[in-house]
């Protein structure tokens, strides 16, 4: 992220922190070691829908890395409060936990719960210049977090150099439109009714020009040369009758999670 966005970045990370704690994102230890399986509280549908996608990622991505060269080295990116980074510890993985929040609400700040002991590091950094040396790292996921991104080209070509050739870089949980218009209509609206949303907050939140959404073709774009593959994941019912509930309620397209992974030449 360009030096130029310090003054948003700061106020930025104070006013999301305070907004994740107002949706219901602190969690004790005890919910936090049960993530991404949440059995209650505001939060536990979307945690139903992102136990799915870790499930498959695990089972597709992880597993099979681990089967070719045992215990990996990788980098979550987005790690917030560590529990996907705990969840490959426990499997004997290592790595950094990396995150540009160290808050005690659902960032780095409260990682600690889980990654204390682990072969995990806490480290708070931006994507686009993560400090680790070239080709040096297994696998790169961007957990719920690629969509944070300032400059897709710029975070993905980082990523890039810092997995190994036969490595991966692999997309957990954000935002995917079939068309660009799809999600335009996805940012427009969350302007529209960000007073409403986010309050006072709603200037700073809204002030960093994060990219919001992926598309096939923007993925394409961004990584030339660099073949991506998605990995349909299936959701909980309520999930995939979405775009069929926004069709007869003739609302806006919904976005679409899954697994999206490519390897590294």
């Known amino acids: ?3 130029s966005f310090a003054p948003a970045l700061d106020r930025f990370r104070t006013d999301y922190a305070a907004h994740r704690a107002s949706e219901g994102r602190a969690l004790d230890e005890a919910k936090l070691r049960s993530l991404p ?3 209650s509280g505001p939060t536990v549908r979307q945690w139903a829908v ?3 996608t870790f499930e498959a990622f695990m089972a597709q991505v992880v597993r099979p890395l681990a089967r070719a060269g045992g215990s990996l080295n990788i980098l979550d990116l987005g790690a917030g409060n560590g529990w996907l980074a705990a969840r490959l510890a426990a499997e004997g993985h290592r790595g950094l936990a990396v995150d540009i929040r160290d808050d005690n609400v659902d960032g780095l700040g409260a990682a600690g719960m889980l990654l204390d ?3 995990f590091e806490p480290l708070v950094a931006s994507f686009d210049a993560l400090p680790v040396a070239d080709a040096s790292v297994d696998l790169a996921v961007f957990n719920a977090a690629l969509h944070y991104s300032t400059d897709l080209a710029a975070t993905l070509a980082e990523a890039a150099r810092a997995v190994r050739p ?3 870089i692999a997309i957990l949980d954000s935002p995917f439109y079939f068309r660009e ?3 335009a209509a996805m940012v427009a609206e969350k302007h529209r009714t960000a007073e409403l949303r986010f309050g006072t ?6 002030a960093l020009p994060f990219i919001e959404f992926l598309t096939r073709d923007r993925l394409r774009e961004a990584s030339p040369g660099v073949r991506w593959r998605r990995h349909r994941v299936t959701y909980p019912l309520w999930y995939e009758l979405r775009p069929l509930r926004a069709l007869l309620r003739r609302e806006r397209a919904p976005s679409r999670f899954d697994l999206w992974v490519a390897e590294v030449a």
């Open 201 to 206: 907050r709603a200037e700073s939140l809204l």
């Open 50 to 52: 992102r136990a799915r």
């Open 181 to 183: 218009a799809q999600g």
């Open 1 to 3: 992220m360009s030096a």
């Open 37 to 39: 399986w949440l059995v």
């Open 117 to 119: 002991g682990t072969a």
């Open 166 to 168: 036969g490595g991966a």
